[in-house]
Every structure is written in C-alpha cells, then in structure tokens.
C-alpha cells in the first residue's frame, strides 16, 4: 500500500519531519540532492559503456540547473554541486529575485559561493545534454508566467534529458493540471511520497519516468493523520481471494450475472467468462431467451435463466436463480425494456445477498428515482444494507448524481467518496485513473491499466471480475480494490503484447487467466 499525497499533506509530513522529529531541513535537502545527483551518475555511466566499444568516449554531460526561488531551486542547486564533484560540467542559473530565496536555497547559494561557482541571473544561449528542472516544485500556487514561463519554454526547446525535482515546474501538485505552461521531463524523482499530480493527466504525462526517493520522510511524519488517498503498487500481492484446497465450487461462490438484451449477448458473455476466470465455482446469467444459443456455444460453463417477456413463470423464474446465488451482479448489456426495469426492480427489493450494480442498471436508477431513493434508504439501515458495489464512469455518475461529465471529473474525488457514504456502497468512478470509494471515507487510486482498455466490453469484464471476487467471500470495497487493479494488470499485460491499439475486451479475459499464475509465483 503507498499513499499518493496532495501538496498540502506532503508539506504537513515534511513540517513534522522537521519539527516534530528535529530532522534538519538542510539534511532532507541533501538526500533529496543526491538521490537525484546518483540517478543521473547511474545513467551516465550506462551511457558511457555502451558507447566504449565504439571508439573514445566523449567527455561528460554538460549540465544546466535551472533553479527557482523555492526549496525545489535549493534542491537543484545542491544537485547540481554533487554533479560538479562528481566531474560533470554543470552551470547554474536562479530565476527569480534572490531575495525571496528560502532560507535552504540561500544557504545553498551560499555553499556554491564558498566553492567559487558562479550562478547565472539569465538563461544562456547554448545548448545542453542535462537539465535539471528546479524552478517549482509542489509550492507552486499560481499560473507560470512572465520570465518562468520563457524559461519553461527554453527547457522544453532545447535536446536535452531533462530531469525534473520532485515534480515538472508547472504542474499543479494535487490536480496533474498545467498551469500556463509545464516542463515535459524524461524523469521525475520525487521525494517521500507520490504527488498526485505525478499519478493524474496530463501531469503524469509531463513527469516521465517516476521515481520516489526515499529521503527520509516517512509515514511517521503523518503523525497519525494519514492522506486521503492510497494505491497499491507492484509489491502487494496480499489482496486474492484466500483459496481453500479443499473447497468445493461452492465454497468459491455461486453468481448469478443479469446481464444481455436482445442482439447484446456479448456483454453477457465477457461478463460471464470474467466471473469464472476470477476463480468463483459458478455463474448463472439470467438473459433473454434469444441469448442462448450464443451463450451455451461461447461458454459451456455458464448455466442460464432465460426469460422473453415479464410474465409470473418469468419471476418466478428469476426469485428461485436469486435464490440460488451468493452474489448477484447485474447490468452489462442490460438495456432498459420494461423487463429489465421489472427484473432490477425486483433484485434491489427482494434479495439481500451483495450486489454490484453496473452500466445499463445504473442508467435506471437515474431514470427512476424512486428506486435510487429506496436503495439509498436501504442501505442508510443496518437491518436492509446490503454489501453493494456500484461502477458507472462518469457519465452514468453524472446521471446519477444530477451533474454534467465535466464537474464529475473536476470533483471526482469528493463526489466519490459522497456517494459511497450515500450508498453505504464500494463506489467505483471509472476513469483514466479509477476512484474506488468506501463509507467510511477511504479512497483507493488506481494506477495499472491503459487507454487501450477504453474499448466496448472492458466495463462488462470488470463487473465479472468484481463478482467473482466477492462471490469468494471478499467485502465489497476490498474486491473493489482488488478488481480493478486485476483489471488494469490484465489490460497492461494484453497492451504489452498488441499495443494500446489493438487491446479488445476478449483480451481482458484472456490475460486475466494468465495474470493469477504470475501473481501467486511472486507471493511464494
Ligand atoms: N525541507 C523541506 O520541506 C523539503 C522540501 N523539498 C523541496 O522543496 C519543494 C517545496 O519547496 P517550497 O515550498 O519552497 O516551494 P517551491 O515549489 O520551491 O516554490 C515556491 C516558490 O515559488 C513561488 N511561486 C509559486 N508559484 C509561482 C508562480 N506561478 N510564479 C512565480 N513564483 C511562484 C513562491 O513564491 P510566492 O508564492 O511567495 O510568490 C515560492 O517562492 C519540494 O517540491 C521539494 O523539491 C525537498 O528539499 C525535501 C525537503
Ligand atoms: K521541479
């Protein structure tokens, strides 16, 4: 688990570092300086021998450190000493006035002094092969302009491998927004923590390669107020689903997928395949009738409830499959015919087992707000709440919520978490960099995926994803979790091998089978 952490939480911790724990600012500053320095020390030297073969190898990289008035500049400054020791021509530049410098960044001024190194008050015309961007860094408050913003625009120009302290100057630290303009970097060392701004687009964009040092800042700093936001990342494995050895297919869950409409049996095959590659022991799809054939060829393993028009047999029909199930997921393919309003109508009002409400069956609760207001109520009593998980992206949030797609990605975070509270539900706001919500104001970002994933079906996949998972006993917002990073792995893994381009949602399911052998050999 690693928290991605806002500008103001990440200050706090460094305050507390420093005060609380009498951590000197100075100190912080020179490991933050020499993770970036042996960064650019490892790369040179990877550089240099693979050119040896090759004839002599050329002297080393000339350096500029364009550094601004903060302690992002004071960082720059003292990287740019260590590269100098270490035999690299580096010249400094200071943007800004020198006497707003910070105490750090005076100190460091002071130091380059006592060395005999001259720092420039202009941008020079010539060209560099390294230059360490430190004009802003998440002390950045307002719009980049005037002189800061010809000075962005002379890194940007110029052929060089820019590496950018702690977070490209321009990029707001909590959004990812550019503002004004941004300095795109090949790499980024951040310090302590992820910025958000890092993880978010377009700054995550702008940052390159992301690297977080370790520079001493720990969760310590926190003191006990942790940040709002957390992620997993490539170490934590511990989220699957324990596996009895001696369970049987019910032990691993029966879920019944209400999923399909006439012409759309597709969503309710991936779906359905997506449940069983998650590892529950059944799936039951209750479809129309005119799904069958397609279902029944494309995956033998399904069982199915078939239902044409909303007759009693039919409903009577559908209370014994709910009867049947552990877990129920419905909307993929759904459509909103008069059967399937009747269908979503009966599974919110007459079973309590956990349900994950997606797509189609999300659109009619917007429609039909009297279902929407008796679920909220449910949930909001013990007695009726129900494990719940619901995944719209956010134009269906924003038919939830009575709110145009743009202010839902503008206020993705709060409105996630507002909803999951509403809901008493694991809130999914799917997105380039997907929310998951609990009540209890927990908020999981997640990182793994891509823009190859944004193609029909991939919605379909994660809702069986996230039905298999809980049907295997997992709570509602840890299956959110863990479903959507399976889902982003997945995709990750089908884009490694057909590009962003060429991902379908048939690749999600495929990669997915894959996806747990490589998973469970790093848990051994
Ligand atoms: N000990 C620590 O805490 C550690 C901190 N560390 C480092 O410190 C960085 C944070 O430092 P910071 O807080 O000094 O802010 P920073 O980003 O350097 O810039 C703020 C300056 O820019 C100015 N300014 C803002 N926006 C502007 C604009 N648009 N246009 C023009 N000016 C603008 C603003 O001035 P003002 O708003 O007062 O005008 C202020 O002078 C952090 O990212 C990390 O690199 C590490 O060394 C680890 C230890
Ligand atoms: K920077």
Redesign the pocket.
């Known amino acids: 688990m690693e928290y991605l952490v806002t500008s103001a939480e990440?200050?706090r911790c460094?305050?507390n570092t420093?005060e609380h724990f009498g951590m000197p600012?100075m100190v912080?500053?020179e490991r933050?300086a020499l993770a970036c320095a042996e960064e650019l020390i490892a790369r040179d030297k990877k550089l240099k021998e693979a050119m040896r073969p090759f004839g002599p190898v050329p002297p080393a990289n000339r350096t500029l450190v364009a550094a601004?008035?903060?302690?992002?500049?004071?960082?720059g400054l003292a990287i740019g000493r260590l590269l100098s020791q270490a035999g690299f021509p580096v010249d400094f530049v200071l943007l800004?006035k020198e006497e707003?410098c910070?105490a750090?960044?005076a100190a460091q001024l002071k130091i380059l002094e006592n060395y005999g190194y001259r720092v420039m008050r202009k941008l020079p015309e010539r060209e560099y092969d390294i230059i360490i961007d430190?004009i802003?860094?998440?002390?950045?408050?307002?719009?980049?302009?005037g002189s800061?913003a010809e000075a962005v625009e002379y890194i940007n120009a110029q052929d060089a491998y820019v590496l950018s302290?702690?977070?490209p100057s321009g990029i707001h630290g909590d959004t990812g927004e550019v503002?004004?303009c941004a300095v795109q970097a090949d790499v980024t060392v951040t310090?302590?923590f992820r910025k958000l701004g890092l993880v978010l687009y377009p700054g995550a964009r702008y940052a390159g390669k992301v690297l977080c040092a370790d520079?001493g800042?720990t969760q310590e700093g926190f003191l006990g107020e942790y940040p709002r936001i957390f992620t997993w990342n490539k170490e934590d494995r511990g989220f699957l689903p324990v596996r009895l050895q001696e369970g049987n297919k019910g032990t691993f869950g029966k879920v019944l997928l209400i999923a399909g409409s006439r012409g759309m049996a597709g969503a309710c095959e991936l779906s359905a395949a997506a449940v069983l590659k998650s590892g529950a022991g059944m799936v039951r799809a209750v479809t129309p009738e005119s799904n069958r054939v397609i279902m029944q060829t494309a995956l033998p393993e399904a069982m199915l409830t078939t239902y044409e028009k909303w007759t009693p047999q039919a409903e009577e029909k559908l209370r014994e499959a709910c009867a049947w199930a552990n877990v129920i997921a419905v909307g993929p393919g759904f459509g909103k015919s008069p059967e399937a309003l009747r269908i979503l109508e009966a599974v919110l009002k007459q079973t309590m087992q956990p349900l994950i409400i997606d797509a189609d069956a999300l659109n009619l609760l917007s429609e039909h707000r009297e279902l929407l207001d008796e679920l909220i109520q449910r949930q909001q009593e013990p007695e009726t709440r129900r494990e719940l998980i619901l995944t719209p992206h956010p134009g269906e949030f924003g038919r939830l919520a009575g709110k145009k797609t743009d202010e839902i990605q503008k206020e993705a975070a709060a409105l996630t978490l507002e909803w999951a509270a509403r809901l008493q539900a694991a809130f999914i706001c799917k997105g380039a960099r997907t929310l998951v919500g609990s009540p209890e104001g927990r908020l999981y970002m997640n990182l793994t995926g891509n823009s190859g994933m944004a193609t029909a079906g991939s919605g379909d996949v994660l809702t069986g994803i996230l039905a298999g998972l809980s049907a295997q006993g997992m709570h509602a917002f840890d299956a959110a979790c863990a479903g959507v990073y399976l889902h982003g792995m997945a995709g990750d893994r089908a884009a490694h091998k057909k590009s962003e381009y060429g991902v379908t949602a048939g690749d999600l399911t495929l990669e997915l089978e894959a996806l747990f052998p490589e998973l469970l050999k790093k848990l051994q």
Do not use: H, Q, W, Y
């Open positions: 990440m200050k460094d305050g420093i600012s912080l500053m933050a601004g008035t903060g302690n992002n500049g004071g960082d800004g707003k910070s750090e960044t430190s802003f860094g998440i002390g950045l408050t307002r719009p980049v302009e800061f302290v702690d977070i503002m004004g310090f302590g520079i800042i």
